[in-house]
């Protein structure tokens, strides 16, 4: 999809969209979902309308939800406090965007050289990371689920080529949560910002460089068009959780069932969301390559090994927290990371290896 024809479509109805008062009626209710994303922008807002289907779905039409886009009603940025404070039942959209409501919700959806979507939705699943999650998120009145996630992002979209670290120092760079911590410490201008607004500051100037998702995601919005180095790998974001915050007193007076069908709608996108991000991101590369005059470029090992001594930082610094519950979340992230980043050595890992030395993949 052209960048031109997704904002003028992902525009419609965004000035007269008004809230309508929760309401329960012959046992429907009716929720506002409120999301980080213009309305179906390839990737998460695509996905955040399959979890709102999916709900009303699971739930037999008893809870049906609306969708409302990035603007609609708050900004991407403000559906954490809307949803806190019970101006929406619902939203869609990344741990990544909380850090400053705590560093330890940065940990739930990614982390630099941190865990890959399986692992991360394994960390929740089987390592005590949910319980982390719901106690952290019950702070704000909000139950929390992973509910898709994006797969490894990329090392973003350069102008000029990047064959030091010094390269990198004082360049104004888009990107988020943790990965701004690490950019910082490694002498960039970090700056966080919606995804169509990183195409406007790579245009006038206003970035250097900057990241967002990764090919799929990225080619909608354009950027190919104002810059052509296109970095990886994406050591900031080895994945990225999207997560389905619902308030805490909505969720908990739910009758039973109807909570099962929640969690199930989200539990069961994850997957799906994150084999079309990878399925899509492959196709997308190719376009932008062929079709585009994108030239993918490696980071050399030397910005790669900086990168990670700057991350091990970060998560030192969280390690040694005044908040006990961060230091828990992050001991608890560590620990899971180190114990399976130990075995895929021997198990995906030596697999990927071995395909690569063979078929050259």
């Known amino acids: 999809m052209e960048r031109r024809q997704f904002l003028r479509t992902s525009a419609v109805g965004a000035a007269t969209a008004t809230l309508a008062a929760p309401a329960i009626a012959q046992d429907i209710r009716q929720w506002n979902m409120v999301t980080a994303w213009p309305k179906n922008l390839p990737g998460p807002g695509v996905a955040a309308q399959l979890l709102a289907d999916r709900i009303t779905t699971l739930s037999g039409g008893r809870i049906e939800v609306k969708l409302y886009a990035a603007g609609e009603l708050v900004p991407g940025r403000g559906v954490f406090d809307a949803v806190s404070e019970g101006t929406a039942e619902l939203y869609h959209a990344v741990p990544a965007y909380w850090g400053s409501k705590s560093k330890g919700i940065l940990l739930?959806?990614?982390?630099?050289?941190?865990?890959?979507?399986?692992e991360q939705i394994g960390w929740l699943t089987h390592g005590g990371g949910q319980a982390l999650y719901d106690e952290m998120y019950a702070r704000f009145g909000i139950k929390p689920f992973l509910c898709g996630n994006s797969g490894p992002q990329w090392g973003g979209w350069f102008r000029n080529e990047i064959n030091s670290i010094d390269d990198l120092k004082g360049l104004k760079f888009r990107t988020t949560g943790l990965a701004s911590e690490m950019a910082a410490k490694i002498g960039m201008a970090?700056?966080?910002?919606?995804?169509?607004?990183?195409?406007?500051?790579?245009?006038?100037?206003?970035?250097?460089?900057?990241?967002?998702?990764?090919?799929?995601?990225?080619?909608?919005?354009?950027?190919?068009?104002?810059?052509?180095?296109?970095?990886?790998?994406?050591?900031?974001?080895?994945?990225?959780?999207?997560?389905?915050?619902?308030?805490?007193?909505?969720?908990?007076a739910l009758p039973d069932d109807l909570k099962d069908a929640v969690a199930r709608a989200c539990e069961s996108l994850y997957n799906p969301v994150w084999t079309e991000y990878t399925t899509k991101h492959a196709?997308?590369?190719?376009?932008?390559?062929?079709?585009?005059?994108?030239?993918?470029?490696?980071?050399?090992?030397?910005?790669?090994?900086?990168?990670?001594?700057?991350?091990?930082?970060?998560i030192d610094e969280l390690r040694q927290d005044d908040d006990e519950l961060v230091k828990r979340i992050t001991e608890s992230f560590v620990g899971y990371r180190d114990l399976v980043g130990g075995y895929m050595t021997y198990a995906d890992n030596g697999q990927m290896n071995a395909r690569a030395s063979v078929l050259g993949l």
């Open 108 to 118: 739930f959806g990614s982390q630099p050289f941190g865990l890959r979507a399986d």
């Open 190 to 252: 970090a700056e966080a910002m919606g995804g169509p607004q990183m195409f406007q500051a790579l245009q006038t100037g206003a970035l250097d460089a900057g990241e967002f998702i990764g090919p799929w995601t990225d080619s909608a919005l354009g950027y190919y068009q104002v810059a052509k180095l296109y970095y990886w790998p994406g050591v900031g974001e080895p994945s990225s959780a999207e997560e389905c915050g619902i308030n805490a007193n909505v969720y908990n």
């Open 283 to 314: 196709l997308s590369l190719k376009t932008l390559v062929d079709e585009h005059d994108v030239q993918v470029k490696k980071f050399p090992d030397s910005v790669i090994e900086a990168m990670g001594a700057a991350a091990n930082e970060v």
